[in-house]
């Protein structure tokens, strides 16, 4: 499986599971973007830091398959408590993904399971 780095970190596999990054690279109440090559194809995905819980969806918008973000690592909205689609402005809780306003309402962002321990950041892989 071939792997590309987190703006400059280097992701490392280990086992089942992918180290992205470091905790300290995504603050409390901030999100990432984050692209990894696979066997299966390069896959753009989105980390968000939020109540001390790390939340990673792909980052593909549910209405029409466009990137969420509107500039690198910008997924959330102006109250930073929303995932806001830079589209179409669909917003998405954080927790769960789902669509709570906008053109897709009631969809879900594709979740991603991710763990975190000491301090790192990892994808957790199939």
């Not at 549910?62 to 909205?77: E, K, M, R």
């Not at 998405?92 to 790192?120: M, N, T």
């Amino acid at each position: 499986m071939g792997l590309t780095g987190l703006h400059g970190i280097d992701q490392i596999m280990s086992g089942s599971k992918q180290r992205l990054c470091s905790l300290v690279d995504l603050p409390e109440g901030t999100s990432r973007g984050i692209s990894v090559d696979t066997d299966c194809g390069h896959e753009d995905q989105l980390l968000v830091h939020k109540h001390s819980c790390v939340r990673a969806y792909r980052n593909s918008c549910p209405h029409t398959g466009a990137p969420l973000d509107w500039v690198p690592d910008q997924f959330l909205n102006l109250a930073g408590d929303l995932i806001q689609c830079a589209t179409h402005d669909a917003l998405f809780r954080i927790e769960d993904g789902i669509c709570i306003a906008g053109p897709c309402a009631g969809k879900v962002l594709s979740p991603l399971s991710v763990e975190v321990s000491d301090e790192q950041i990892f994808l957790l892989l199939d």
